[in-house]
């Protein structure tokens, strides 16, 4: 776990295969749903091909990010199946996967824990007041279902990431609130290792007519979510939300430390592309940063899976990643890897991060 007394900033060389972008929900800020029976469901094939060039790209995490289907659906075992298949895929090609597919039951957590190193959810905001608002049409963001995520994921032992969606209507009291729900099922669980900042960020497909968040407000923010997180816990920030370089280093001074994932294309927000490592690199380094790839999993969670993913974690672990292509070279998709080693979040640099 990167700390404010380190120089590194993390990010994970990642790829986005979604299984579906149909949506039973109907968030206003969505930039990603289609209605449902609007999208095809990506085949283990189409999967297979997106993901044989990636082995000479560097990637590491395959973040399997779904639409969901109502859970009372017919077709639910059938794209809960999919999803599982997915991540066989993934993890039997050598890639570590990390599933966000909205809520699920107890059940389908436990099985899908088998074929992933961490899974993610947003809370985005507990305050119910969204659910007369950008939720109206939403019913899996009531914040009970998804607090109980993060219970489950505790009592599961998955490693899980989650976080805050910023300015989509509520007051910043309601922030601290979030973060401190957060903190408590951590402090239970210990399971946390990323809470997302993320600025609502508007794009061409959402009906929520709001301006973005200011991105002027986010390093205050990050500092009093570093207050209020446990230590162990690593604030992340994603850098093609935060257009202006001066900003993005603000947010690391205040202590975000890690950059997500970075590949082709932001899912979420594909109105607005990731920058590459080096363009990312010409920011951090000029200002004593160093920007280092992390795997989807951090090591004090090794021991939480079978033996089965312990062995595709080690072999990672064990792998320096290749040196860094310039710009042009090798696929423009390329994230473009440093040379130095694979970053290890380790439990130990807590203690110094709690001066944060
Ligand atoms: S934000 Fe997520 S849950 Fe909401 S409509 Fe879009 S895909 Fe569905």
């Known amino acids: 776990m990167p700390t404010s007394h380190s120089p590194i900033v993390t990010y994970s060389p990642a790829y986005t295969i979604v299984p579906t972008y149909e949506c039973f929900n109907r968030c206003a800020y969505c930039n990603f749903r289609t209605d449902p029976g609007k999208s095809p469901w990506m085949t283990i094939s189409e999967a297979e091909t997106l993901l044989k060039p990636l082995h000479s790209q560097d990637v590491c995490e395959i973040l399997i990010l779904s639409g969901e289907v109502h859970p009372h659906s017919p077709q639910r075992q059938a794209w809960f199946q999919r999803i599982y298949d997915l991540c066989e895929l993934a993890l039997a090609m050598g890639f570590l996967p990390h599933t966000n597919a909205g809520p699920l039951s107890f059940e389908e957590m436990q099985q899908l824990k088998k074929v992933n190193v961490s899974m993610g959810l947003m809370l985005e905001q507990l305050t119910p007041e969204l659910l007369k608002t950008v939720h109206k049409h939403a019913p899996s963001k009531l914040s009970e279902v998804r607090l109980q995520q993060l219970q489950w994921a505790g009592e599961l032992k998955i490693p899980f990431t989650t976080g805050l ?184 640099s807590a203690s110094k991060s709690a001066a944060e």
């Open 165 to 348: 969606l910023l300015g989509i209507g509520e007051t910043e009291d309601d922030w601290w609130e979030t973060l401190e729900a957060i903190s408590q099922i951590h402090q239970r669980y210990h399971h946390i290792q990323e809470v997302i900042l993320q600025p609502h960020s508007p794009g061409n497909q959402q009906t929520f007519d709001a301006p973005p968040f200011d991105p002027h407000q986010l390093p205050r923010v990050i500092s009093q979510a570093r207050q209020i997180l446990p230590p162990d816990i690593t604030i992340q920030i994603p850098p093609n939300l935060i257009k202006d370089a001066k900003w993005l280093l603000a947010c690391i001074e205040a202590g975000a430390r890690d950059l997500g994932g970075i590949g082709p294309k932001d899912e979420v927000n594909p109105d607005y592309p990731h920058p590459d490592y080096q363009a990312l690199q010409e920011i951090l380094e000029p200002a004593g940063w160093e920007l280092v790839p992390r795997l989807p999993v951090y090591p004090q969670f090794d021991d939480w899976f079978s033996e089965e993913l312990q062995t595709a974690v080690r072999r990672w672990r064990r792998t320096s990643p290749p040196t860094p292509l310039l710009q042009g070279e090798g696929s423009k998709n390329n994230p473009s890897f440093p040379g130095s080693a694979w970053e290890c979040h380790t439990g130990g």
